[in-house]
T-cell receptor
Framework: SQQGEEDPQALSIQEGENATMNCSYK?????LQWYRQNSGRGLVHLIL?????REKHSGRLRVTLDTSKKSSSLLITASRAADTASYFC????????????FGSGTRLLVRP | NAGVTQTPKFQVLKTGQSMTLQCAQD?????MSWYRQDPGMGLRLIHY???????DQGEVPNGYNVSRSTTEDFPLRLLSAAPSQTSVYFC????FGTGLEQFFGPGTRLTVL
Protein backbone atom coordinates (compact mmCIF):
# COMPACT_ATOMS: atom_id res chain seq x y z
CA SER A 1 0.00 0.00 0.00
CA GLN A 2 1.16 3.53 -0.66
CA GLN A 3 2.59 5.60 2.16
CA GLY A 4 1.46 8.96 0.84
CA GLU A 5 -1.91 9.98 -0.52
CA GLU A 6 -2.45 13.32 -2.23
CA ASP A 7 -5.58 15.39 -2.14
CA PRO A 8 -7.22 16.50 -4.36
CA GLN A 9 -6.64 14.03 -7.16
CA ALA A 10 -7.17 16.80 -9.70
CA LEU A 11 -7.18 20.58 -9.48
CA SER A 12 -8.04 23.19 -12.11
CA ILE A 13 -7.30 26.86 -11.51
CA GLN A 14 -6.87 30.09 -13.42
CA GLU A 15 -3.43 31.49 -14.13
CA GLY A 16 -2.37 33.79 -11.31
CA GLU A 17 -4.30 31.90 -8.62
CA ASN A 18 -2.67 29.88 -5.88
CA ALA A 19 -2.73 26.08 -5.92
CA THR A 20 -2.69 24.00 -2.75
CA MET A 21 -2.11 20.26 -2.69
CA ASN A 22 -2.11 18.06 0.37
CA CYS A 23 -0.33 14.84 1.22
CA SER A 24 -1.13 12.48 4.07
CA TYR A 25 1.07 9.59 5.13
CA LYS A 26 0.76 6.68 7.51
CA UNK A 27 3.96 6.15 9.50
CA UNK A 28 6.65 8.26 11.12
CA UNK A 29 9.05 9.69 8.59
CA UNK A 30 12.48 11.25 8.43
CA UNK A 31 11.70 13.53 5.51
CA LEU A 32 9.11 14.29 2.87
CA GLN A 33 9.76 15.34 -0.70
CA TRP A 34 7.65 16.86 -3.45
CA TYR A 35 8.15 16.12 -7.14
CA ARG A 36 6.66 17.41 -10.37
CA GLN A 37 6.00 15.33 -13.48
CA ASN A 38 5.17 16.88 -16.80
CA SER A 39 3.14 14.66 -19.11
CA GLY A 40 5.17 11.76 -20.41
CA ARG A 41 8.37 12.85 -18.66
CA GLY A 42 10.43 11.81 -15.66
CA LEU A 43 9.95 13.32 -12.23
CA VAL A 44 11.73 16.47 -11.15
CA HIS A 45 12.55 17.19 -7.53
CA LEU A 46 10.96 20.35 -6.12
CA ILE A 47 11.66 20.49 -2.41
CA LEU A 48 12.57 18.34 0.60
CA UNK A 49 11.44 19.02 4.14
CA UNK A 50 12.82 17.14 7.12
CA UNK A 51 10.76 15.89 10.03
CA UNK A 52 12.13 18.58 12.37
CA UNK A 53 11.11 21.38 9.99
CA ARG A 54 7.64 22.89 9.85
CA GLU A 55 7.84 25.09 6.77
CA LYS A 56 10.12 25.57 3.81
CA HIS A 57 10.15 27.95 0.87
CA SER A 58 11.65 27.76 -2.60
CA GLY A 59 10.73 30.50 -5.03
CA ARG A 60 6.94 30.34 -5.53
CA LEU A 61 6.72 27.08 -3.58
CA ARG A 62 5.84 26.80 0.09
CA VAL A 63 5.77 23.44 1.83
CA THR A 64 4.48 22.78 5.32
CA LEU A 65 4.81 19.64 7.40
CA ASP A 66 2.67 18.66 10.38
CA THR A 67 4.10 15.47 11.83
CA SER A 68 1.37 15.26 14.49
CA LYS A 69 -1.25 15.03 11.73
CA LYS A 70 1.05 13.12 9.38
CA SER A 71 0.35 15.57 6.61
CA SER A 72 2.07 18.03 4.33
CA SER A 73 0.90 20.70 1.94
CA LEU A 74 2.43 22.22 -1.17
CA LEU A 75 1.40 25.73 -2.09
CA ILE A 76 2.24 27.18 -5.50
CA THR A 77 1.67 30.92 -5.55
CA ALA A 78 0.82 33.01 -8.61
CA SER A 79 0.47 29.93 -10.79
CA ARG A 80 1.45 29.89 -14.45
CA ALA A 81 0.35 27.72 -17.35
CA ALA A 82 3.80 26.11 -17.20
CA ASP A 83 2.94 24.78 -13.72
CA THR A 84 0.47 22.37 -15.34
CA ALA A 85 1.75 18.95 -14.29
CA SER A 86 1.23 16.14 -11.81
CA TYR A 87 2.64 16.64 -8.33
CA PHE A 88 3.70 13.80 -6.05
CA CYS A 89 4.78 13.59 -2.46
CA UNK A 90 7.29 10.96 -1.43
CA UNK A 91 8.36 9.74 1.99
CA UNK A 92 10.72 7.22 3.40
CA UNK A 93 8.95 4.06 4.53
CA UNK A 94 9.33 4.87 8.21
CA UNK A 95 11.38 1.78 8.91
CA UNK A 96 15.08 1.05 8.65
CA UNK A 97 14.87 0.33 4.94
CA UNK A 98 15.90 2.72 2.21
CA UNK A 99 12.56 2.69 0.45
CA UNK A 100 11.16 5.91 -0.96
CA UNK A 101 7.41 5.63 -1.34
CA PHE A 102 5.36 7.88 -3.62
CA GLY A 103 1.76 8.95 -3.36
CA SER A 104 -0.78 8.76 -6.14
CA GLY A 105 -0.36 12.41 -7.16
CA THR A 106 -2.40 15.54 -7.83
CA ARG A 107 -2.99 16.56 -11.46
CA LEU A 108 -2.85 20.34 -11.69
CA LEU A 109 -4.24 22.22 -14.68
CA VAL A 110 -3.52 25.94 -14.85
CA ARG A 111 -5.78 27.63 -17.41
CA PRO A 112 -4.33 30.64 -19.26
CA ASN B 1 26.99 15.05 -17.15
CA ALA B 2 24.33 12.99 -18.89
CA GLY B 3 22.54 12.38 -15.56
CA VAL B 4 20.37 9.26 -15.48
CA THR B 5 19.91 7.53 -18.81
CA GLN B 6 17.51 4.73 -19.67
CA THR B 7 17.32 2.49 -22.70
CA PRO B 8 15.25 1.65 -24.61
CA LYS B 9 12.66 4.44 -24.62
CA PHE B 10 9.96 2.16 -25.99
CA GLN B 11 9.64 -1.63 -26.07
CA VAL B 12 6.96 -4.09 -27.12
CA LEU B 13 7.22 -7.66 -25.87
CA LYS B 14 5.17 -10.78 -26.27
CA THR B 15 3.97 -12.65 -23.21
CA GLY B 16 6.71 -14.93 -21.92
CA GLN B 17 9.61 -13.04 -23.45
CA SER B 18 12.41 -11.72 -21.27
CA MET B 19 14.33 -8.51 -21.54
CA THR B 20 16.56 -6.11 -19.66
CA LEU B 21 15.88 -2.44 -19.13
CA GLN B 22 19.09 -0.49 -18.85
CA CYS B 23 19.78 2.34 -16.41
CA ALA B 24 23.03 4.22 -16.00
CA GLN B 25 24.12 7.32 -14.11
CA ASP B 26 27.34 9.29 -14.28
CA UNK B 27 27.00 11.23 -11.02
CA UNK B 28 28.71 8.64 -8.78
CA UNK B 29 25.47 8.09 -6.90
CA UNK B 30 25.38 5.23 -4.43
CA UNK B 31 21.59 4.85 -4.30
CA MET B 32 19.63 3.67 -7.33
CA SER B 33 16.08 2.46 -7.69
CA TRP B 34 13.46 1.26 -10.16
CA TYR B 35 9.82 2.32 -10.20
CA ARG B 36 6.86 1.48 -12.34
CA GLN B 37 4.06 3.91 -13.07
CA ASP B 38 0.69 2.71 -14.28
CA PRO B 39 -1.82 5.09 -15.92
CA GLY B 40 -3.18 7.70 -13.54
CA MET B 41 -1.19 6.35 -10.62
CA GLY B 42 1.88 7.19 -8.64
CA LEU B 43 5.17 5.37 -8.72
CA ARG B 44 5.62 2.00 -7.10
CA LEU B 45 9.04 0.87 -5.99
CA ILE B 46 10.25 -2.36 -7.60
CA HIS B 47 13.85 -2.77 -6.38
CA TYR B 48 16.55 -0.53 -5.02
CA UNK B 49 20.26 -0.60 -4.32
CA UNK B 50 22.35 1.28 -1.76
CA UNK B 51 25.64 0.49 -3.47
CA UNK B 52 27.46 -1.90 -5.76
CA UNK B 53 26.72 -5.48 -4.83
CA UNK B 54 23.74 -4.58 -2.60
CA UNK B 55 20.12 -4.79 -3.72
CA ASP B 56 16.80 -5.12 -1.96
CA GLN B 57 13.13 -5.50 -2.78
CA GLY B 58 10.62 -2.69 -2.96
CA GLU B 59 6.82 -2.79 -2.94
CA VAL B 60 6.28 -4.79 -6.15
CA PRO B 61 9.36 -6.99 -6.83
CA ASN B 62 7.68 -10.10 -8.24
CA GLY B 63 8.62 -10.85 -11.83
CA TYR B 64 11.69 -8.60 -11.78
CA ASN B 65 15.37 -9.15 -11.02
CA VAL B 66 18.14 -6.62 -10.50
CA SER B 67 21.87 -6.64 -10.00
CA ARG B 68 24.40 -3.90 -9.20
CA SER B 69 27.87 -4.90 -10.32
CA THR B 70 29.06 -1.30 -10.73
CA THR B 71 28.16 2.04 -9.18
CA GLU B 72 27.04 3.36 -12.57
CA ASP B 73 24.67 0.66 -13.81
CA PHE B 74 21.48 -0.84 -12.41
CA PRO B 75 19.70 -3.03 -14.98
CA LEU B 76 16.18 -4.36 -14.46
CA ARG B 77 15.39 -7.78 -15.87
CA LEU B 78 11.92 -9.03 -16.70
CA LEU B 79 12.10 -12.79 -16.41
CA SER B 80 8.93 -13.80 -18.29
CA ALA B 81 6.90 -10.80 -19.39
CA ALA B 82 3.19 -10.66 -18.59
CA PRO B 83 0.53 -8.15 -19.74
CA SER B 84 0.32 -6.92 -16.12
CA GLN B 85 3.85 -5.60 -16.53
CA THR B 86 2.74 -3.13 -19.18
CA SER B 87 3.79 0.16 -17.63
CA VAL B 88 6.24 3.03 -17.73
CA TYR B 89 9.45 2.24 -15.88
CA PHE B 90 11.57 4.91 -14.24
CA CYS B 91 15.07 4.62 -12.86
CA UNK B 92 16.28 7.09 -10.22
CA UNK B 93 19.47 7.76 -8.32
CA UNK B 94 20.78 9.89 -5.45
CA UNK B 95 24.05 10.39 -3.63
CA PHE B 96 22.81 8.24 -0.81
CA GLY B 97 19.50 6.95 0.39
CA THR B 98 16.05 8.43 0.62
CA GLY B 99 16.97 11.58 2.47
CA LEU B 100 18.25 13.33 -0.61
CA GLU B 101 16.93 14.54 -3.93
CA GLN B 102 16.29 11.73 -6.40
CA PHE B 103 17.31 12.23 -10.02
CA PHE B 104 15.04 10.47 -12.48
CA GLY B 105 15.64 9.09 -15.93
CA PRO B 106 13.23 9.79 -18.82
CA GLY B 107 11.50 6.42 -18.52
CA THR B 108 10.94 3.31 -20.62
CA ARG B 109 7.44 2.67 -21.95
CA LEU B 110 6.88 -1.09 -22.03
CA THR B 111 3.94 -2.87 -23.63
CA VAL B 112 3.45 -6.60 -23.18
CA LEU B 113 1.05 -8.21 -25.63
Amino acid sequence: SQQGEEDPQALSIQEGENATMNCSYKTSINNLQWYRQNSGRGLVHLILIRSNEREKHSGRLRVTLDTSKKSSSLLITASRAADTASYFCATDAGDSSYKLIFGSGTRLLVRP
Amino acid sequence: NAGVTQTPKFQVLKTGQSMTLQCAQDMNHEYMSWYRQDPGMGLRLIHYSVGAGITDQGEVPNGYNVSRSTTEDFPLRLLSAAPSQTSVYFCASSYFGTGLEQFFGPGTRLTVL
